[in-house]
């Protein structure tokens, strides 16, 4: 594709903002390597012919894509230490959340990722990142009015491309670490035997800010993370029209939950439940731990005939989240309940997707998915029997805890399938125009027929103008609804108020999108884009009780609509980029798992449209890099920065859920890395210094009211770290 829009990526790279809706440009020659000696021609020539067609049987066009090749991705504070989550902040219209998490055009998850064009499950995860940057040959974020092979997430699809080696042998072994106690070796391999390829990568990371430190100190309190990845590629082309792939990913992490200090009772008058005789605690020696564990693996048959092109690809994943409270009691006296919970998810399907160029006007594109999960949740409650006097007041009957064990399993499947017609009018004007249906059989049983359809008009050299339609179906995540027995706990301390449990359903939507791009100067580009949303059944997610894996809920209805800006400039060595994003999304009426909220919370948004919790007024981000040839390589200083102006809050009245907002914040990061070309072992080597929150601003990302909002979280504090990586 053409790359138009320019982003760098977190301040020393490069986001190359590529709109899929700009008219293809002839493909660059591929780059020789070391290997092209030792492999034959033929089958570099062919891996890359079918690369570029596995390509074009997934183009997203009419959407808007902002890319990060290889070269850029290393070219960031941090480079590819980086989490993935950091990368896409530089992204318009990307907000920061705490536990790691984004939100894209202010929706709540609902993010798909994709290997290799290929989806990958929903992880069960808090905090962890399933997928690490050093795998990826590039990193796309696909947004807007999506075509028809693009279903179930759909507020943005994370794209990754894997690193196959291109049938060069080599590797490279790195070190970055600093603040914080932050450890983080990592080392990667490639290379190639005949017609096979492989890549294999893995990393550690271990420091003292796992999760977001919930006071306003520069370090937290029980805060240790470890965190294992690995990933492995193997290729092997049988033909030069077909290829086998298989590839496959693990992510193990550990994490202590942070303790926030001087914390009162939830018992009654504000007071500590008592244990066996045990009123006290310190909440700042409770030991909550939480563990994450995703494996992944796919197999992909690819064939590219003349006319078709088409890739078949089997998928496992298995996904588990175990939380464990403190083993001392201390949740109990604090809160009145303890959870063991150890939630499972293994997931299997088949995705298809295939394309046929029916004549030199029309390119036809069509695909299947099917998926079955078993998900599997057995929460052990330990909780206090009470008794609620007439006038309302709670009392506890017994300093004995009673354990109830709360078990479900379900077994659901998604099925998917789609046709699509990229139809080229004119030279100028192209309509992509489809449709999909998609059924879901788990805790809901729903479908919908989606008709898709997005415009491209290019009237001239350096100007595109786009606009488009899509009806979005989005299931509910299966791997995060465990249906309670309420019941059970009646009479404990973990009964609620509400006792209605109303299932989570699909979210219906109607999403309109348009923009412009347009070339001001050589190098200089500007792009507008405006969106609305109508939605149904408004997806939402939020933290309720002491286990950081989200639940979902609904709203009846809800909007949302916004607008992004971005503007960059390249020349020779500068790079410079910048975004701003205005937008908002409202929910009215939750109408699933009820017995989340308290009678007035739900009371009062059954009449009125509140702000989701995540919805963020104004976002921006902007930065820029400067390559400097130096005589024994490149140095190159880097900067970036992001903005929020503050995620929902109750307002201080307490009278409106959501209706305040935190205060905004600023954060700038500053890098410098000399990458060496001399001879010997200095080859191929890599120094880095970076500096994050360079002014050390102290800035609340949740401050523990709102919907769904379990706890505070502050943004980390300025953190100083190096690494050094060699290519061999």
């Not at 009015?145 to 990754?160: E, I």
Request: net charge negative; charged share 20%.
């Amino acid at each position: 594709m053409v790359r138009s829009m320019l982003l760098a990526g977190c301040g020393l790279g490069l986001l190359v903002a590529s709109p899929a809706w700009a008219k293809d440009a002839p493909a660059a020659p591929a780059p020789t390597t070391p290997a092209d000696d030792a492999v034959p021609k033929d089958i570099v020539v062919t891996a890359q012919k079918l690369d570029a067609a596995r390509d074009a049987i997934l183009p997203s066009l009419g959407a808007s894509d902002y890319s990060l090749d290889r070269t850029m991705l290393e070219k960031q504070p941090g480079g590819v230490d980086r989490s993935l989550s950091q990368v896409l902040l530089q992204a318009p219209g990307v907000t920061l959340d705490s536990y790691g998490a984004i939100h894209v055009r202010n929706e709540h998850a609902n993010l798909q990722y994709r290997l290799d064009g290929v989806i990958v499950p929903e992880s069960i995860s808090g905090f962890g990142s399933t997928f690490d940057p050093r795998i990826a040959q590039s990193i796309d974020l696909v947004t807007g009015t999506l075509p028809a092979q693009y279903g179930y997430r759909t507020s943005g699809v994370v794209s990754l491309k894997t690193r196959s080696g291109a049938f060069d042998n080599g590797g490279d072994v790195g070190f970055y670490g600093g603040s914080r106690g932050s450890v983080e070796p990592s080392g990667s391999l490639h290379g190639s035997s005949g017609n096979l390829n492989y890549f294999v990568s893995g990393s550690f990371q271990e420091n003292d800010l796992g999760v977001e430190n919930p006071i306003a100190t520069r370090d937290a309190i029980h805060d240790h993370t470890r965190q294992y990845r690995a990933f492995g590629y193997l290729s092997d082309i049988l033909s030069d029209t077909s290829r086998l792939t298989a590839f496959g990913g693990t992510s193990i992490g550990y994490f202590q939950i942070p303790n926030n200090p001087g914390q009162g009772g939830a018992g009654p008058g504000g007071m500590n439940w008592n244990l066996e005789g045990k009123s006290d605690f310190d909440s700042a020696t409770l030991d909550q731990n939480q563990r994450e564990i995703t494996h992944y693996g796919v197999l992909a048959y690819q064939y590219a005939g003349g006319a078709l092109n088409f890739q078949i690809a089997p998928f496992v994943r298995y996904s588990q989240t175990r939380f464990t409270p403190d083993p001392q009691g201390g949740d109990l006296i604090l809160g009145g309940v303890a959870d063991n919970s150890r939630l499972s998810s293994l997931t299997a399907g088949v995705q298809a997707d295939g394309s046929y160029k029916l004549s030199d006007s029309h390119m036809l594109r069509f695909g299947l998915f099917f998926q079955n999960e078993r998900t599997r949740s057995t929460v052990t409650s330990r909780v206090f029997a009470i008794d609620t006097l007439p006038g309302g007041d709670v009392v506890q009957t017994s300093d004995t805890p009673l354990s109830i064990t709360d078990s479900a399993r379900r077994n659901g499947q998604l099925y998917g399938i789609y046709l699509q017609d990229e139809w080229s009018l004119t030279p100028t004007l192209t309509l992509n125009y489809g449709a999909r249906f998609d059924a879901v059989r788990a805790y809901t049983r729903e479908q919908q027929v989606s008709p898709r359809v997005n415009m491209v008009w290019k009237p001239r050299e350096g100007t595109t103008f786009h606009l488009g339609y899509a009806r979005n179906f989005t299931p509910p995540p299966q791997e995060l609804i465990a249906a309670p027995t309420l019941a059970l706990f009646a009479g404990t301390t973990k009964a609620p108020e509400i006792m209605t449990a109303d299932p989570v359903r699909a979210e219906r939507e109607h999403y309109f999108d348009g923009g412009v791009q347009q070339a001001i100067a050589p190098g200089f580009k500007v792009g507008l884009d405006a969106y609305y949303k109508i939605k149904r059944n408004l997806l939402d997610e939020g933290q309720f009780g002491p286990s950081l894996v989200l639940s979902p809920f609904n709203y009846a209805k809800g909007y949302a609509w916004g607008v992004e800006l971005s503007a960059n400039y390249t020349h020779r060595a500068l790079d410079l980029y910048a975004n701003v994003a205005r937008g908002e999304e409202k929910g009215r009426n939750i109408v699933s798992s009820q017995y989340f909220f308290a009678p007035d919370e739900l009371a009062y948004i059954a009449g009125h449209s509140i702000f989701t919790d995540h919805s963020q007024r104004w976002t921006a981000s902007g930065g820029g890099s400067v390559t400097i040839r130096d005589g024994i390589g490149t140095l190159v200083p880097t900067m970036s920065f992001l903005y929020g102006d503050g995620l929902r809050a109750d307002d201080p009245a307490g009278l409106v859920p959501n209706g305040g907002k935190l205060p905004s914040y600023v954060t700038a990061d500053v890098g410098i890395a000399q990458n060496l070309d001399g001879p010997g072992v200095l080859k191929g080597l890599s120094i880095r210094l970076d500096v994050t929150n360079l002014f050390d601003r102290s800035y609340l990302i949740r401050d523990g009211s709102g919907v769904g909002v379990g706890a505070p979280q502050y943004g980390a504090r300025r953190g100083v770290f190096a690494g050094i990586r060699k290519n061999f």
